[in-house]
Each structure stands twice: as structure tokens, then as C-alpha cells.
């Protein structure tokens, strides 16, 4: 072992550097610090052998750590013995080298040491390795559930740990943020009650309750409420959030939450702080300046314009409608639609009938469900070509063109339906798709905007009942509270969406403060008043004791994260993820539990078949 040395430790907080003096065991510097100036110097370094080549005489080995790399030589008519050791080294032992800091005769302009090298001598291995399941490179030679099942390997990787480093760069810039506005960081607790409006909820037994379970939090929300009645008025929490809910690429069973609250707080105070926070991380992570204030889009305007709440605006391809153009000419399909709506494609006329042929194949997919889609494409001359030039004349097919402003060159793409909601739901997958096609949704290029004046309500089938569209906490426009008892379905809330790039990054409301009006909500979320008093009983117990009026929103971090690191599914930005199956193959979780757990539990587990 080395003698302890003070060292000018650098610490990469990609992309800011930042120099810190402390005790280090074990090197003198990282392998992702030393330059020309350093020439001469003696160093030891410590890391992973990524890489070992031998030519002639001499052994090179790039060494790796989370700094960087750096090539060692090993001279063997120079020192004979320890270039031997050298050769023994196999890929990923952890190693120790000391040795003088010299000029490279081949410089290698990739790295930014690349223009030193270390001639070694002295050399010790730390830790021998096994052959790796895969190679430790950015293009990796290892599957998924390969890089999973090691994911400590997989973290070597720089592609995978510079998504940890944004992440832990986010975190502080957001921390700083909030610190700056007098806001607080306060933990929430993790074993709660269970709220089963909402997702389901993750439960854990408890021992010392026999038959009874805690709930892992869907997230701090009423907790948050309960720390703005306490009086403090400005809160955030960085906070792990559980949800049992079906996997996507961009779900995962737990998940981090920034999560904010404010007292004394409208809707636009709180829209204003947190799109200074987007904008902020906007600057310091990715350099991009947002001076234009977000648009604040109602709720049903994106729906009639983009068919989404959470409409993806780096590019055009807006709704129009065409009910008044298209309805009464004998097509029934259109006669006996509710609405027919499509989207122009700028200059993609000559679309081939295959291609076409595929939209309409995505369209008919059962997770889109459209029944079929009509083409028109206009043509050089300006006529107008269409898959329904039977039942409409030229005149017909020039009003829609001219609906849409469309030129020689463009396709129109027509969906119909009987059901306008689910058809503008289908018109948006088939802009996106579109747009994917044609490389328009450019993950360099950010489109931020908030949605607002969400309803209140939304009816869900399954349970055959109005339920929260946010949650039973969100605040109704109070211009519509009248509505509460009549139409309750019409009740604006006020509750906002941040949206970017088609992905809803935050969310939140104004909250009721006012128990009467709480207990009416819980009333039309079809609660009994004693199952409201059992499950929130708490929550309108503390609005009785002068409640103030609060709002706020959280953002899903994890989401941010990858938005801003460019990356297609979140678990690339989470140092553990689980699997599609909510499982961590790396832990082998879930699992049985051992007989003596259950029976201290006293949890008898009876799997139906
Ligand atoms: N608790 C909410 C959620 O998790 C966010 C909020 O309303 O603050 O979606």
C-alpha cells in the first residue's frame, strides 16, 4: 500500500468540474487527469484494466476508472519481470500502478489524456476478475436482461454512468433552485396508509399489527397537504414513489418525484417558479436558453388540436376537422361518423401505396383501433388524388385542401369514427407515427409548453363511476362549482400539466382547503362518508384547523432525466431499474419468503392457480 498523500482530487460532475482537496489511499490522481503539464511527474494510479495490448517488447493497458482513461506502458527489456505481471492481467482486474508521467510519441486525440502515458513501475493487483459476461464498452456485445443481471459491469460503462452523473447534476442544480426561493426539503414517511383511489398500491405487513399493512407512498401528496397546514409554506422532497401499476418504457414500479408544495399560492405563481425551474436546467445541463414564456394550452384545446393532453409541438401536423366538408355524399362511412379529422404531411405525396398501405396496417392495430384511413394527395397540378374519389368530386376533395392550406407535394392522412374522442386519440397516434417516419421528433429540440384546465372528472368504465382526473385533492374552477351538483362531468379543475416533447414531465393543482367543499368531492367520487372519514379522515380533520390555500405539483424525475440525456426509456437514467415483468434480476426480487418470515408475519400465502 502507497503512503497517504494530500492530492488535488478532481471530481467530474459532468459538465462541470469542480477541484477538491482530500486524503486518497490509494492514487495520486484519476485516469482522467493527467496532461502534458504533468510530464515527469510520479503517479500512482488506480482502476480497471480495459483494455491490454502487446506489441513487440511492450505491453500497453488502458486503465479506466469513472474519470477517464489512461495508457500504462510496461517496458519489458526495461523491467522484464513486472512487464510479465503485466501480461498476466486479464480484462477488469483492479489494479494499482506507479510510475512518471511521459509524453506520448502516438497521441490519441480521442481522449482528453491522450497525450500522455505512464511507464510503469510498480504494479499491484487490487482484485482479479473473472472473464466479464460482456464487453465493457459503450457498444456493448451484452443483451438486456445480460446487462441487467450485472448491472454493476453495465455501470462501468461511460454511456450508462454519464446518464447518473446528469442525474446527480440535476438534482443539485434543482436543489440549489429551490433552496434559492426559500424552499424546504422535508422527508415524508415511506410506510403510510393505503389510498386505494389512484393506482394500486405496493402494501408491506406488519409484525407488530398482525393482519394489518402499511402502504408504500403513490407519492407524499396528502402528507405534503398536511406540512402546508403546519405552516410551512414552500416544500420539496426528492422523493422514491411506488405504483403497482402495468410497465412501459417510460414506467417503472418505483420511481423518484420532485415534489412541491406551496401556501398562499395561485395557479399562475405556481406555474411561474416551476417553468423558472425548467428553464434553469434547461441552461445549466444543456445550454439551451427558453426565453419565451410556455404556452398555456386548455385541456381541450389540445385534445381538438393534437388529440392528447400532452401534445408533442416540435412540429405541425394539427387537427382539422372536416365533418362539414366530408358528411352527406353517400360514403357511409363518414355520413354515420361522430368526427372525421386528419393531418396534412408536408410534401410526403408521394408516399408509396406500401407505405400507405402500413399507416393504415398501424391505424388497424388493436391498441389504436382505428377502422381505416383515407389518403389524399395533392398533386403537382393541384388536383387532388384520393383512396375515395368515387364518392367526391374534385370540388369536394379542393375544399379540403384548401381546409388545410395544403400544397402540390403534401399528403392529407383522414380518420373517422363514431366516437370523436377515441378518433382524435387515434389521429394523434398516427401523427406521431408520422412524424417518427419522417425523423421529426429531433431529441435535440425541446417543446415546452403547460396544459391547463383539465376536467375535473373523468368517467371510468370499469368502475361504472366519475373518478378524479388528478386526484380528489385537486381544487374545481370555481366558476364551475355550480356545475358540481348538475354536470359534474363539464367542471373545469385547476390543475396544470408540464409537457415536452409529447412526454407529461409534471403535474399538479390548486387544492381544495375548504372541508366542506372536500367532503363534497369525496361525496361525487362516490364515497360513503364513513370510507372518506376512514381514508382521509385525518386530511379533513387538519383543514379544520385554519387550513391556508395551497398548490403545488410534482415532477417526475426520472422522466427529466432522460429527456434531457436523450435516451428512449428511463431505466437508462436509474442505477438499479426493474424489468418489464416489475422484477430486479440482478436481486432476484421478488421472492418467496422463508417460512419462519410468514409465520412471524402470520401471513398464510394460498396462491390461487
Ligand atoms: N401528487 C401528484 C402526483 O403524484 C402531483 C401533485 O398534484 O402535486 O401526480
Redesign the pocket.
Known amino acids: 500500500m502507497i503512503s497517504l498523500r494530500r492530492t488535488n482530487y478532481l471530481l467530474l460532475l459532468s459538465p462541470v468540474y469542480k477541484k477538491q482537496t482530500i486524503f486518497i489511499m490509494y492514487r495520486t490522481h484519476t485516469c482522467g487527469e493527467l496532461r502534458l503539464s504533468d510530464v515527469n511527474k510520479k503517479v500512482t494510479l488506480a482502476g480497471w484494466v480495459q483494455r491490454l495490448r502487446k506489441m513487440g517488447g511492450m505491453t500497453f493497458i488502458d486503465l479506466r476508472d469513472r474519470y477517464g482513461i489512461t495508457q500504462l506502458v510496461f517496458n519489458e527489456s526495461v523491467n522484464t519481470a513486472l512487464c510479465e505481471d503485466a501480461n498476466k492481467l486479464g480484462r477488469e482486474f483492479c489494479i494499482q500502478v506507479i510510475g512518471t508521467v511521459s509524453e506520448r510519441s502516438s497521441k490519441n486525440n480521442a481522449i482528453p489524456t491522450g497525450d500522455i502515458e505512464i511507464i510503469a513501475d510498480k504494479l499491484t493487483i487490487l482484485s482479479t476478475s473473472d472473464v466479464p459476461p460482456f464487453t465493457i464498452e459503450d457498444n456493448t456485445d451484452g443483451g438486456d436482461d445480460l446487462r441487467m443481471k450485472y448491472r454493476y459491469l453495465d455501470l462501468r460503462r461511460s454511456c450508462v454512468r454519464k446518464n447518473l452523473e446528469l442525474r446527480h447534476h440535476m438534482t443539485t442544480e434543482i436543489r440549489k433552485y429551490l433552496d434559492n426561493l426559500g424552499f424546504l426539503e422535508v422527508e415524508t414517511p415511506m410506510l403510510i396508509g393505503s389510498t386505494p383511489e ?1 393506482a394500486r398500491d405496493f402494501v408491506v405487513p406488519s409484525r407488530m399489527n398482525p393482519g394489518q399493512f402499511y402502504a408504500l407512498p ?4 396528502t402528507l ?1 397537504q398536511l406540512l402546508m397546514v403546519a405552516g410551512f409554506d414552500r416544500y420539496f422532497q426528492i422523493v422514491k ?1 411506488f405504483r403497482d401499476e402495468d410497465l412501459r418504457a417510460d414506467r417503472q414500479p418505483e420511481f423518484t ?1 420532485i ?3 406551496m401556501s398562499f399560492v395561485e395557479q399562475e405563481d405556481v406555474l411561474n417558479i416551476f417553468e423558472g425551474m425548467a428553464k434553469h436546467l434547461f441552461k445549466v445541463i444543456r445550454g439551451v436558453d427558453i426565453d419565451k414564456p410556455f404556452i398555456r394550452m386548455p385541456w381541450i384545446e389540445a385534445m381538438t388540436r393534437f388529440g392528447s393532453d400532452k401534445p408533442d409541438m416540435r412540429f405541425g401536423m394539427e387537427f382539422v376537422e372536416l365533418m362539414d366538408v366530408l358528411q352527406g355524399f353517400g360514403f357511409s362511412v363518414f355520413d354515420d361518423a361522430k368526427y372525421i379529422g386528419g393531418i396534412c404531411v408536408e410534401g410526403a405525396a408521394t408516399y408509396t401505396r406500401k407505405q400507405l398501405d402500413a399507416l393504415t396496417d398501424f391505424v388497424k392495430k388493436p391498441q389504436i383501433g382505428a377502422k381505416g384511413m383515407v389518403y389524399a394527395r395533392i398533386q403537382e397540378d393541384g388536383n387532388v388524388k384520393s383512396s375515395i374519389d368515387k364518392f367526391y368530386t374534385q370540388d369536394t376533395l379542393q375544399k379540403i385542401k384548401a381546409k388545410f392550406g395544403a400544397k402540390p407535394g403534401d399528403l392529407i392522412l383522414i380518420l373517422s369514427g363514431n366516437d370523436a374522442m377515441k378518433t382524435r386519440k387515434q389521429l394523434c397516434e398516427l401523427r406521431l407515427k408520422v412524424a417518427d417516419d419522417l425523423g421529426l421528433r429531433d431529441k435535440n429540440k425541446f417543446a415546452l409548453l403547460w396544459v391547463v384546465d383539465f376536467p375535473l372528472f373523468e368517467w371510468s368504465d370499469e368502475e361504472n363511476r366519475l373518478m378524479a382526473t ?2 380528489p ?2 381544487c374545481p374552477n370555481l366558476d364551475d362549482v355550480p356545475l358540481l351538483d348538475t354536470h359534474p362531468e363539464k367542471v373545469r379543475a385547476i ?1 396544470y400539466d408540464m409537457v415536452c416533447n409529447g412526454i407529461e414531465v ?4 390548486v ?1 381544495i382547503h375548504d372541508s366542506k367543499l372536500q367532503d363534497k368531492m369525496f361525496k361525487i367520487l362516490g364515497f360513503t362518508e364513513e370510507r372518506a372519514q376512514q381514508q382521509f379522515g385525518f386530511l379533513m380533520r387538519a383543514f379544520k384547523y385554519g387550513a391556508p390555500p395551497h398548490a ?3 415532477y417526475g424525475l426520472d422522466r427529466w432525466v432522460s429527456i434531457m440525456a436523450g435516451l428512449d426509456s428511463i431505466r437508462d437514467c436509474i442505477a438499479f431499474p426493474k424489468n418489464n415483468s416489475g422484477r430486479d434480476v440482478m436481486l432476484d426480487a421478488p421472492a418467496q419468503l422463508e417460512q419462519k418470515q410468514l409465520d412471524e408475519l402470520q401471513i398464510k400465502v394460498d396462491l390461487k392457480k
Do not use: V
Not at 218 to 221: A, E, G, I, L, T
Not at 506 to 509: E, Y
Open positions: 389512484g403513490q407519492s407524499p401528496q405534503k414513489c418525484q415534489d412541491c408544495e388528478h386526484h385533492f385537486t390543475a409534471g403535474g399538479g393543482s387544492r403545488g405539483l410534482a
